[in-house]
């Protein structure tokens, strides 16, 4: 169908919800399962490398006193909840890092979802297809109808990773409970009327709580309409519905134009450097320099920057304290990109932020604004000390859709994240069952492999 | 997408967070706490009534598998749950038969807030003191927010029971939780960014759950706020927060201005029947005619009603044939009022629709609009079949401000909704703990006692 006729906007949640509720895993291409996979290891990784943050702690000590049974593992440690608050948790982890995935730079996709179906396939046996094509479909939810109010709901203050996020828990679980198109509409509305999620968060633990609630508030919101429960049968397009109370401009034919012949996942994108975007650029140019020539940081004289004027706002930290800090110092990011050559969690630790050798390379690192320099753009001048001068220009940046992130990055990005939750052996197992998750009989087993060995 | 931007400004949030943190019981005056009261015993008796609704049956079917230690008691029947799920359940089954008490017909008050103090009441050692100042604390917060965005905030399509009743909850359980100023603004931003509950909502099973979902929300609000959660500090105020996202008016001098000096729950307004505000004036003038005259429904000939045009638009169902239905009848409410004397959940059940005596009453009912009437105003005219004819005007209809509901009245109102949960003895011993709260030493016995004996 084409945009035209889907000019009167009826019918939006109930077209979707037949949609999702009539795929099948044989209707999804070879490219789109392998898209799923690689957002699974991605997100499980950033789970892994977040499990242990004190967001995550503390959300845990809030909760735990009233957790059910030992239904679903919360990724990266010991414990065990009920599947919801399993979902909850794990969607906390999976954002804690802000390394997790972006589709079109907008909505973080998988934080959502991911956890709540880690979860459910944890309490009841779930096929590993049967997760990756709940996983394609509740990305489809979410981003069809996250970006039906993009950009206008976004700028009016809506974390949307957090109110499109419910929808893609919802569809994902109401895919793995088999709803027919009248449950999943009810699932959906009951996951409409849960949206939430504040951008006056942002800096704040509630941040990645919202990813854990959308997580939690659709697995719930899928339960209900499996038990009966009714919402709007138009959640999403209805008068006082989703789109039009949250949002001042509404597109319903992003929800539902072409859909099935193409996958929102396929617009997936993964941060290959654990900061804020502005400065990947930088890095990227500054680890390409230090492999090719193999630069020790004592041979370097000094390193000239010539970046976006917005990265010097955003990120022009002279002198970072902290590991946190130092995600906003393009300084410390072309320094540690050039000593370490990598620029994950493990580079922006408290630890890296007080090194001495890295204080002294980030001491002779300069920036420079040019209006002319886009956001994924950087030129980066190395002098040595003798003599030589190394330039880059950096145009294409690792990780965007010119420059995808490989296979192979992916699960270098991953290693580093799980590395201080599970053991060397332990996480290349976990990597082998994400690759082959379409085929795995119990999917269960993607959860049960992410925590660590007793 | 991921930018810090907080401007900390008026102080709202924290203004409100310092008067709840320092309140102290003693500052509460008697009429308030009476009040207090009043409000727990209407609430326990709408959950009584609400807790074998088919809403509240499908959400224990949705969310049981999942319950952790029985911590809390769900009102009106055996099961046990979790503190936040019982408080789940039953601010759901407080709010289902749209018979709970509301703020300047705006809010309905206790249901997002009563049922999370009085799980938490049962978990954990609180005092009847305790638990009505938290009660009487958690209004302030929830009437306050939501007057200061009031009526843009609904009119754009927000359901403000399930929006503003989070932060009720959250502070109530806050003030258990004996947090300071600092973390009852965590807690209050907490909930802020999980405020939601669409109008589209309205009519199906998920308007309850908005009161239910409010409840449990701030209940955990509240308890990651106590663990060191951190949300924004400026919540209710800030540019992308709570107020300015969710309403395109805010007027924080409502949240602040005269705390302590006078207190919300005063303004409580409490529904004598068990149906839409529109009318109540007819219900209450049959009712006081036939009590007046001892009328036979088969001394009637005929009942000739005025009315506000608007009645008839919204209640003008001339043969309904469930309950749910002659709540939509004028018709009906008339002949129901004039046989029983009272127009409860009984009165508007599907037996009572089909009731064939009532049917034949009904039909004498004729109802004439008059622009020249008002919402709480009615002329009634009943002709009996000896010649005479009665009359009467309403002006005063029970449960307004005017003429509020008696303590004697909330007491027979009780015991209505109580009926089909408690035997009579069961019933009255609720009704004698409400009246002495205050002074309970342990409060969880309010919960306990609202449960059917074995």
Redesign the interface.
């Known amino acids: 169908m084409d945009g035209l006729q889907h000019a009167n906007d009826a019918g939006t949640t109930l077209e979707l919800s037949r949609f999702l509720a009539g795929s099948r895993w044989q209707d999804i291409p070879p490219e789109v399962r392998h898209e799923a996979s690689r957002a699974l290891l991605n997100c499980l990784g950033c789970a892994l490398g977040g499990a242990r943050h ?2 995550v702690d ?2 845990l ?3 735990g ?5 030992a ?1 679903a593992s919360v990724l990266g440690r010991g414990e065990r909840l ?4 399993a979902a909850l948790v794990n969607g906390i982890s999976a954002h804690v890092l ?1 390394f997790d995935d ?1 589709h079109q ?2 909505i973080h996709v998988s934080a959502p979802v991911l956890p709540a179906l880690l979860a459910y396939a944890e ?1 009841r046996p779930v096929s590993g297809a049967q997760l990756l094509h709940a996983f394609v479909l509740g990305v489809e939810a979410e981003c069809r109808i996250g970006l039906s109010v993009f950009p206008e709901h ?1 700028d ?3 974390h949307i990773t ?1 109110t499109a996020g419910l929808f893609g828990a919802a569809a994902a679980i109401g895919k793995l409970l088999n709803l027919n198109d009248k449950m999943m509409a009810h699932a959906l ?2 996951a ?16 990645s ?2 990813a854990g ?1 959308a997580a939690e508030g659709g697995f ?1 919101a899928a ?2 309409a ?7 049968a ?2 999403i397009e ?5 789109a ?2 949250l949002s001042p401009r509404f597109d319903p034919a992003y929800v539902t134009d072409g859909l099935g012949r193409r996958y929102e996942i396929s617009q997936n994108l993964y941060k290959p450097y654990s900061c ?1 975007l502005w400065m990947h650029a930088t890095i990227d140019g500054c680890i390409a320099l230090a492999r090719e020539h193999d630069l020790k940081p004592e041979a370097i004289e000094r390193i000239a920057l010539t970046v976006a004027p917005h990265v010097l706002e ?1 990120t022009g930290h002279p002198a970072p304290g902290t590991g946190l800090e130092s995600k906003f110092s393009i300084y410390h990011a072309a320094a540690v990109a050039l000593i370490d050559r990598a620029a994950g969690e493990a580079q922006f630790s408290d630890r890296r932020a007080l090194d001495a050798g890295l204080i002294a390379l980030r001491g002779r690192v300069s920036a420079r604004p040019d209006p002319a320099i886009g956001k994924f753009e950087a030129r980066i001048a190395v002098v040595l000390r003798d003599g030589r001068r190394l330039e880059r220009h950096v145009t294409r940046v690792l990780g965007t859709r010119e420059r995808p992130m490989s296979d192979r990055d992916l699960e270098d990005k991953f290693r580093a994240l799980a590395r201080d939750a599970l053991a060397p052996a332990q996480a290349n197992r976990l990597i082998g069952l994400c690759w082959s998750a379409g085929s795995l009989a119990d999917a269960g087993v993607l959860a049960r492999a992410a925590v660590p060995a007793a």
Chains 1, 2 share one sequence.
């Open positions: 004190a967001t503390r959300a000590a809030a909760i006193a009233f957790s059910g049974p239904q009920d599947a919801p608050r802000d972006t730079r907008a309490w976004y009016r203050g809506w957090g509305g009951c409409a009327t849960q949206a939430a999620g504040l951008r006056a968060m942002f800096g704040s633990m509630c941040k709580l919202h609630r719930v339960m209900l499996a038990s009966g429960f009714t919402s709007a138009n959640a209805a008068p006082r519905g989703f039009r109370v804020g955003l």
